[in-house]
């Protein structure tokens, strides 16, 4: 099983909604990462998890929150998020930190 | 600060000539080097990677060519096939770092 899944495909919510992005992976892959992608821009790093710690948080606001629950899965919490947080959110996940990431399909977000 | 760029964000080709896609990078540190295919509405998929101590890495139809001294690597298709036409990535990587940058993109147009 080479994929990577992510729930759900679209979301739409209002500024002062919570809401979750899920992100599953069955390859055994000890690092997972969320990225943020804009129209016509290429995919933003955001988080990176290894072996379920996170070890990279590329100054992103606390109105995303990341969880890694196991080394299979990995959420992104939302909270009071802005409409220009709006894209594409994009999670994959490698073996280590020295070979191809696999991407899931996305979830395009759209914030009111 | 654009870490790695690709100059052409639109390229057509013939079916059946070559594509050639390039990617530009300016931290010396990268040491590994990816390159991406995305269609709309779908997650990067990976197509072929290529690491500091090679310059040129082939699989199949691609190949990924490597100049350190200039910075800069590209990316080869042939034959071109209209099923080729997405957007390309590159991306780069200091190995080990789990940062993985993106550059900006360039969308293939392969014509029947």
């Known amino acids: 099983d080479t994929e990577v899944t992510q729930t759900p495909k679209h979301l739409v919510m209002g500024m002062t909604n919570k809401k979750s992005l899920k992100c599953e992976q069955h390859?055994?892959?000890?690092?997972m990462y969320w990225y943020k992608q804009k129209a016509k821009k290429p995919p933003e790093l955001m988080f990176v998890y290894s072996y379920e710690k996170l070890s990279i948080n590329e100054s992103v606001p606390s109105r995303f929150s990341p969880e890694c629950p196991n080394s299979s899965l990995l959420n992104l919490h939302l909270h009071a998020l802005q409409p220009e947080d709006s894209a594409l959110y994009l999670c994959?996940?490698?073996?280590?930190?020295?070979?191809?990431?696999?991407f899931g399909p996305g979830t395009r977000l759209t914030v009111l | 600060d654009q870490q790695v760029k690709q100059n052409s964000p639109s390229l057509s080709v013939q079916e059946g000539r070559i594509s050639i896609l390039n990617c530009d990078y300016t931290n010396s540190m990268f040491d590994y080097f990816l390159w991406y295919k995305k269609y709309p509405a779908e997650g990067p998929t990976f197509l072929i990677s290529i690491s500091s101590i090679k310059d040129k890495n082939e699989d199949g139809r691609f190949t990924v060519f490597l100049n350190k001294s200039a910075k800069h690597l590209s990316l080869h298709i042939v034959p071109s096939q209209p099923g080729d036409s997405a957007v390309y990535f590159c991306?780069?990587?200091?190995?080990?770092?789990?940062?993985?940058?993106f550059g900006t993109g360039t969308r293939l147009k392969v014509l029947a």
């Open positions: 991306a780069a990587s200091a190995r080990g770092t789990y940062k993985y940058i």
């Open positions: 390859m055994g892959h000890r690092a």
């Open positions: 994959a996940s490698s073996n280590t930190g020295l070979d191809e990431q696999f």
